[in-house]
């Protein structure tokens, strides 16, 4: 059995770039991003929730980058108190 051709994979962040598919004040959208643009367009993506429960912070706890950067490759969701 042959095997498939090896790609590579790349895990971009954007620390402060936010997604919101609205246009409207969307200081990302209205930015001129040709490299990005071409990229979410050509390749295969995912959005992750780096906020709130969803990086084990308690209900209504400000969080910052730091505890989404914590969680990255945990494979779980890792609490904070």
Do not use: F
Not at 30 to 56: F, H, Q
């Amino acid at each position: 059995m042959a095997q498939a051709p090896v790609s590579p994979v790349v895990l971009v962040i954007l620390d402060g770039w936010g997604y919101r598919p609205t246009e409207e004040d969307n200081a990302v959208v209205m930015a001129n991003t040709p490299v990005m643009d071409c990229l979410w367009t050509t390749y295969p993506r995912t959005l992750i929730k780096t906020s709130g429960k969803e990086v084990g912070l308690p209900q209504g706890q400000m969080g910052n980058s730091e505890v989404g950067h914590l969680n990255l490759g945990a494979g779980r969701i890792v609490p904070k108190s």
